[in-house]
């Protein structure tokens, strides 16, 4: 290099650490001294057969809007370049005589291969490469079980992660960034082309907002009251009773230590203490999810539990069509899947019931289910949504037992008791009476009639019995087990 590293730029790579706050890559190019560049490439595929869904695609073009927005108030615009990543940083780095390149870790296997070839080949450049932890509490790599192995049964594993030293404080973000001499090419982040063509985004604008001022102000939320009962409500989904930081945490606008230390530090008020570490239970358990995806990364298609490769699902595409149109005749299974469909998001009790339906009730592959969930969830994870799955298909790590068949009447009745959530995602519902909105198939005709509604046209009968779902699923499962033990 020409230029000396003193006065060289460092090149800051954003991807899923769409931030300035608590920042570890950002941080260390600021406090060098030297002039930053941030800079993002869109590459979707280079994410192999993960590139980003819909939903995800909406979040990005705005939390990248968002960001660009404050890295020019810290004096350093952000670049956006679209290509193969590695190509464009080394192209770039010439191009602006960078010394170095600065970015924080993903945990996908395609990224690691990917990632790895970068720093090597950057490195073979005479560029100084570094990438830090930036988006989870422990690194996968350090927790491990007595045998160096990786856990695969959540409480041992959240025995073992909170017992290694608590996560370092999240750092602020820079006063100010200096900036390259000279002005950069950039093409808009409208040029990505991000957003759909169709408007169908309304749903998510009204719900959502991306950026690392929306994560902050969700977390405020959460943690001025909703927190302190946050053990019972989590569990009601006509509630607001959760954090939902989940699309925030994956794209990277909050990071997991902010949010640990923010909840760590109202647990000294006693009030709702227990309710604070079930919280902090469920950050652990996003580290599980990308502990797994780490050691085991042909999970993403693949069952951990090889026996499942032998399992007798059903190819019945008009069921999968019903259950992503919420039009299953289970009005909590299609209140769920319509919230997905308008919000990009759907509450955590309702995805374990829509996801025990589509696999034990019509017996259709979880990848299926895997598929539909990454295309319309703003936050598609890929450790979260394959631990969720697998978790749910019982063929994963600490999988839910084969006989737990989530009975969608009886879950319905539990925790929309008052049928709050049906009603505002089956409007067509809205004017049954209690208790006939959990099972309108159930109602008397009168009942019906005086409702407005017709089975078979303004709601669907049910599109298979759970009795017969249940019993055809147990039997499915125990001829698995029966051939595992062979």
């Not at 950039?186 to 749903?203: C, F, R, Y």
């Not at 037992?401 to 009603?423: C, E, T």
């Amino acid at each position: 290099m020409t230029t000396h590293a003193s006065t060289a730029p460092v090149i800051v790579w954003f991807r899923q650490d769409l931030r300035i706050n608590d920042n570890p890559a950002l941080n260390t190019a600021a406090e060098s001294g030297a002039p930053v560049i941030p800079l993002f490439v869109w590459s979707p595929e280079e994410d192999g057969d993960w590139e980003p869904g819909g939903a995800s695609r909406w979040w990005l073009h705005h939390s990248l809007s968002r960001l660009a927005a404050d890295l020019d108030k810290l004096g350093s615009p952000l670049v956006v370049k679209r290509g193969y990543s590695l190509s464009i940083l080394r192209d770039f780095a010439k191009e602006t005589g960078a010394h170095a390149v600065y970015w924080n870790r993903r945990y996908e296997p395609s990224t690691i291969v990917r990632d790895k070839n970068i720093k090597g080949a950057l490195v073979k450049d005479g560029i100084d490469a570094r990438s830090f932890n930036g988006n989870l509490l422990f690194e996968p790599w350090q927790v491990l079980n007595g045998k160096n192995e990786p856990y695969k049964v959540f409480t041992a594993y959240h025995k073992s992660a909170t017992n290694l030293v608590s996560p370092p404080a999240p750092a602020e973000a820079p006063k100010k960034l200096k900036a390259p001499a000279k002005k950069i090419q950039s093409v808009s982040i409208s040029d990505l082309m991000l957003l759909p063509k169709i408007n169908w985004a309304g749903g998510l604008k009204e719900t959502w907002k991306p950026g690392e001022l929306g994560a902050r102000e969700n977390l405020e939320e959460f943690l001025s009251g909703i927190v302190e009962d946050y053990k019972t409500e989590r569990d009601r989904p006509s509630v607001v009773g959760t954090s939902r930081l989940s699309p925030h945490l994956h794209f990277g606008e909050i990071s997991p230590r902010t949010v640990w230390h923010a909840v760590r530090e109202t647990q000294k008020s006693s009030k709702g203490s227990e309710s604070k570490s079930t919280y902090l239970k469920e950050l652990v358990w996003r580290e599980f999810a990308h502990h797994l995806l780490y050691h085991f990364p042909l999970t993403t298609s693949a069952p951990l539990r090889h026996e499942f490769e032998h399992f007798p699902w059903a190819d019945d595409k008009e069921a999968l069509k019903a259950w992503q149109k919420g039009k299953t005749g289970y009005p909590l299974v299609d209140a769920g899947m319509r919230e997905l469909w308008h919000t990009g998001w759907m509450h955590n009790r309702v995805r374990m019931v829509v996801a025990s339906f589509l696999v034990k009730d019509l017996l259709l592959p979880w990848q299926w289910g895997a598929e539909w969930f990454w295309d319309t969830l703003v936050d598609a994870d890929l450790a979260n949504n394959t631990l969720g799955w697998q978790w749910s298909a019982g063929c994963g790590a600490d999988a839910a037992p084969y006989f737990r068949v989530f009975n969608p009447l009886l879950q319905s009745k539990k925790f929309d008791p008052d049928g709050k959530y049906i009603k505002l995602w089956v409007p067509e519902l809205a004017n049954l009476p209690k208790p006939w909105f959990h099972n309108p198939w159930e109602a008397p005709a009168e009942v019906l009639k005086e409702s407005g509604i017709t089975l078979g046209k303004t709601y669907p009968k049910p599109i298979v019995d759970h009795g017969f779902a249940r019993e055809r699923a147990l039997h499915a499962f125990k001829s698995l087990k029966a051939v595992a033990a062979k």
